[in-house]
C-alpha cells in the first residue's frame, strides 16, 4: 500500500503507508461527508419559504448562507481531501463538481446580495443600526469572494488531478 502526499502541483507517492493512516483517513472523509450533508441541509433550508423579489428575504437570506458556509467548506475540503490522498478519482471527481457547483450558486447568490446592499443601507439611517449593517456587509463581501473563489479552485485543481491519474 501507497500513502499520496499533496506535493507542489500534484499528487506524489510516497511509499508504504501504515494502516492506521489510512483509517485515519476514512475517518476523515467519512467526518467530511457528514458536515457537508448537514451543511447543505441547513443550508437549503435557509432559502425556505422563498421570496424572491423581497429585497430584506434576499439580503438576509444571502447572508445567513455566507455566514453558514464554514461547515459545508470543512466538509468539502475534508471529504476532497481524504479522496485525493486515499487516490478515491471517482470520490475526488464528485468532490470537484460538487465544489465547481458551490461556487456557481454562490457568485449567484452574492450578485443577488449585491443588488440590495444600496436599499438596505439607504434604509438604514440610525447611526448605530447603519454601522451594525456596514460590519455585515464587509463581512459578507469577503465570504462572497473568498468561497466561491476556494470552491473553484479546488473543483478545478480537483478535476486535474483526476485528469493525470
Do not use: C
Not at 461556487?103 to 447568490?109: F, G, K
Not at 439611517?125 to 473553484?152: C, S
Amino acid at each position: 500500500m501507497s500513502s499520496s502526499q499533496l506535493v507542489g502541483q500534484g499528487v506524489r507517492t510516497s511509499g508504504p503507508v501504515r494502516p492506521e493512516v489510512m483509517t485515519a483517513w476514512g475517518l476523515l472523509s467519512a467526518a467530511g461527508l457528514a458536515f457537508t450533508i448537514v451543511a447543505l441541509a441547513d443550508l437549503t433550508l435557509t432559502w425556505l419559504p422563498m421570496r424572491f423579489g423581497d429585497g430584506n428575504w434576499e439580503f438576509d437570506t444571502v447572508s445567513a448562507i455566507l455566514s453558514g458556509l464554514p461547515l459545508l467548506a470543512v466538509g468539502m475540503v475534508l471529504g476532497y481531501a481524504a479522496a485525493l490522498t486515499r487516490r478515491r478519482h471517482a470520490a475526488a471527481r464528485a468532490w470537484s463538481v460538487l465544489m465547481l457547483i458551490a461556487s456557481v450558486l454562490l457568485i449567484a447568490a452574492f450578485a443577488l446580495y449585491l443588488t440590495e446592499v444600496p436599499g438596505a443601507l439607504a434604509a438604514a439611517t440610525a447611526g448605530r443600526i447603519h454601522t451594525e449593517l456596514m460590519k455585515a456587509v464587509i463581512k459578507t463581501m469577503f465570504q462572497g469572494v473568498t468561497y466561491p473563489l476556494l470552491f473553484l479552485w479546488l473543483g478545478l485543481r480537483g478535476l486535474s488531478e483526476a485528469a493525470h491519474s
